[in-house]
């Protein structure tokens, strides 16, 4: 009897779910609308580490390309990586250390050139900064590699809401 009450309540939310409009982005799989337009985006070469990480993080998400079929768009990324040291000690050496990087992107249309898509995209992190010289360029190149992976999802994530909304015209 009681799992009886709890099923009409379940019933009226997935019926007001459903008319609210909710689309799932990636209905489809890989064979749907936002999934296909992904896989035709190229991503233009970085430059520097940073650039690397993040146009393999990139990559990776889009999806394989499809072998002879020219990309639909370029996204052009400009990176900004700058690592700063803050909380001075009392011998005077730095205590703690903040990596910041910065994405600009564009996404363009290659049959016209025309920009659909100019935005910015980041990521930071606190590092400590310890007496081992060795530890602490680890924990450096392991703050780029996680932000590198974090603004490479941003990215993506704001691209295929722009193919979405291109896919529903």
Same mark, same amino acid.
């Given at each position: 009897m009681r799992?009886?009450?709890? %099923? &009409?309540?379940?019933?009226? +939310?997935? #019926?007001?779910l459903s008319?609210?409009?909710?689309?799932?982005m990636y209905a489809g799989g890989g064979n749907?609308?936002?999934?296909?337009g992904l896989q035709?985006?190229?991503?233009a070469a970085i430059e520097g580490r940073?650039?690397?990480?993040?146009?393999?993080?990139?990559?990776?998400? %889009? &999806?394989?390309?499809?072998? +002879?079929? #020219?990309?639909?768009?370029?996204?052009?990324i400009r990176l900004d990586d700058k690592l700063e040291g803050f909380a001075?000690?009392?011998?005077?050496?730095?205590?703690?250390?903040?990596?910041t990087l910065r994405a600009r992107y564009q996404l363009v249309d290659m049959s016209n050139q025309e920009i659909v898509l100019d935005a910015t995209a980041g990521s930071d992190a606190g590092i400590d900064v310890v007496s081992s010289d060795y530890a602490t360029i680890a924990a450096e190149q392991t703050a780029l590699e996680n932000m590198s992976k974090d603004i490479a999802t941003r990215i993506v994530t704001a691209v295929a809401l722009r193919l979405r909304?291109?896919?529903k015209q």
């Open positions: 799992f009886l009450r709890l %099923l &009409g309540p379940a019933f009226v +939310g997935a #019926a007001l008319g609210c409009g909710l689309q799932p749907g609308a936002v999934a296909r035709g985006v190229q991503v940073a650039g690397w990480l993040v146009r393999n993080a990139i990559t990776d998400q %889009l &999806g394989a390309d499809k072998a +002879g079929e #020219a990309p639909r768009y370029r996204l052009d001075l000690l009392s011998d005077d050496t730095i205590g703690r250390e903040r990596r909304g291109d896919t």
